[in-house]
C-alpha cells in the first residue's frame, strides 16, 4: 500500500526491476470506468501531497475533483511531475526540477476556484447548448472565409523581399 504522505510511492519500481513503470498518458474519457477510477485515487494522494508540499490548500479547492478543467491541469502538473522526478536525467534537462516547479506557479491562477474558495463547492454554469444551425455555419465558415481560403502566406515574406531587393540592387 502506498504512503499517503510520499507520492513516489505511487511509482516506485518493485522490487527487483531496474526501471520504474514508463510514464504515461492520461485520457480520462479513454479509461475504462474502473482505472478512472483508480487513476482518481492516485491523482488525490498526488493533490493532497501537493497542496501541503507547496503550501496549495488556500488555493486548490477540496473540490477540485469536482471541477473537469481543474483535473486537466492537475493531471498535466501530475504527468509532468512524474517524468521529471521518476523519469531518467537527460542531457539539457538539467533545470526540469525548477522548469516544472515554475509551470506549477503559472498554473496556480488556474486551479483557483473562486466559487469554492469558501470551502462549499460550487457546481460550474451549465453549458450552454449551441445554437441550431451551427454545424452548417461552421463549415460555411471553413469553406469561405478568408482566414481558411486565403492563399498561405509567411507574414515575414514581403519583408524577406524587400531585403534581397536591396541586396541584388547595383551599387
Not at 37 to 49: F, G, M, N, P, Q
Request: proline share 11%.
Amino acid at each position: 500500500m502506498p504512503d499517503p504522505l510520499n507520492p513516489a510511492d505511487l511509482w516506485a519500481p518493485p522490487p527487483g526491476a531496474a526501471h520504474g513503470p514508463e510514464p504515461q498518458r492520461w485520457v480520462w474519457s479513454a479509461m475504462e470506468p474502473a482505472e478512472r477510477r483508480t487513476r482518481l485515487r492516485e491523482l488525490a494522494v498526488w493533490v493532497d501531497w501537493l497542496r501541503t508540499a507547496f503550501e496549495l490548500h488556500n488555493k486548490i479547492t477540496h473540490c477540485w475533483y469536482r471541477h473537469s478543467a481543474v483535473v486537466e491541469h492537475l493531471t498535466a502538473l501530475y504527468a509532468g511531475w512524474t517524468r521529471t522526478y521518476a523519469g531518467e536525467q537527460t542531457s539539457g534537462r538539467e533545470l526540469a526540477e525548477a522548469d516544472w516547479i515554475n509551470t506549477l506557479h503559472a498554473f496556480v491562477p488556474r486551479l483557483q476556484l473562486a466559487a469554492c474558495a469558501t470551502g462549499s463547492h460550487q457546481d460550474p454554469p451549465p453549458l450552454v447548448p449551441a445554437p441550431a444551425g451551427n454545424a452548417e455555419a461552421f463549415e460555411s465558415h471553413l469553406a469561405h472565409s478568408d482566414t481558411t481560403t486565403a492563399p498561405a502566406v509567411h507574414p515575414a515574406a514581403a519583408e524577406l523581399g524587400r531585403h534581397e531587393a536591396e541586396l541584388n540592387a547595383p551599387l
